[in-house]
C-alpha cells in the first residue's frame, strides 16, 4: 500500500518534502514508507534525502513539573507570608521536593532558611521553568 500511495502522489507532484508528514496524511505507517523509500532509493528510482530532526518530550518529572510548577516554585508557595518550620515545611511538600526545591529558592534568594524558620525574602516569584516546560510540551521550543 506505501509503495502504491508514494509511487501515485509521485507521478502528479515533484516531491515529498517531509516523509513523516506525508506518512502520517495518508494514514501509512512512516517505518514502511521509509522502507519503500530506502528500496526505490536503492534502484535509482528515486531519490532520496536524509533529514534529522529532533524533537523534545517531556519525561513524567517534567510533565509534573509543568502541570505542579517547579520544585523552586512549589517550595516557595508553601511558605505562608508568616514562614513555617522546617519540619513543618518538609511535611507538607515531602522530601524529594523539599530537597530540590529548598537549595533552588535559596539559589535564587526567594527564601531564607532560618535556625527556627523557613522564610520568604519576596512577595512572588515567577516560574520560568514551568513556563519553558510548557512550551516544550507545545512544541514551539
Known sequence: MAEETLLGFLQSHDEISHSGEFAAS??????????VIKSL???????????K???????????AYATSGSPEVQ???????EGIS?????RKVGGSLYS????Q??????????????????????DRVRELLIKIKDGQE
Open 100 to 103: 530540590i526545591g529548598s537549595s
Open 26 to 35: 495518508k494514514g501509512i505507517d512512516h517505518s514502511e514508507l521509509l522502507n
Open 41 to 51: 532509493h536503492g534502484f535509482r528510482l528515486v531519490d532520496a534525502q536524509d533529514i
Open 75 to 81: 517550595f516557595f508557595l508553601a511558605i505562608p507570608p
Open 105 to 126: 529558592a535559596m539559589k535564587k534568594k526567594w527564601v531564607e532558611l532560618g535556625k527556627l524558620l523557613v522564610c520568604r525574602k519576596v512577595e512572588s516569584v515567577e
Open 53 to 63: 530532526s529532533e524533537k523534545w518530550i517531556l519525561t513524567e518529572e517534567g510533565e
Open 86 to 90: 522546617r519540619e513543618e515545611l518538609q
